[in-house]
């Protein structure tokens, strides 16, 4: 019990670090991070898209 204790206070700070490292960037980069997280996700979906294509077409 106590190990798991430990980690989830190491997880709960580190995401405790990161908001307060991502409160103290400023707004320009937060744009750039978000920018750059929307085209990793549209990448992502369109990977996906291509996966489930690729599957629907080997089922026919």
């Known amino acids: 019990m106590k190990k798991s204790t430990g980690f989830f206070l190491g997880i709960g700070a580190g995401v405790a ?8 960037a400023p707004q320009s980069s937060r744009r750039t991070v ?5 085209q990793g996700i549209h990448k992502l979906g369109a ?14």
Do not use: F, L
């Open 47 to 60: 990977a996906m898209d291509q996966v489930v294509d690729n599957v629907a077409g080997e089922m026919r």
């Open 34 to 38: 978000k920018r750059q997280m929307d």
């Open 17 to 24: 670090a990161g908001a307060v490292a991502g409160m103290m």
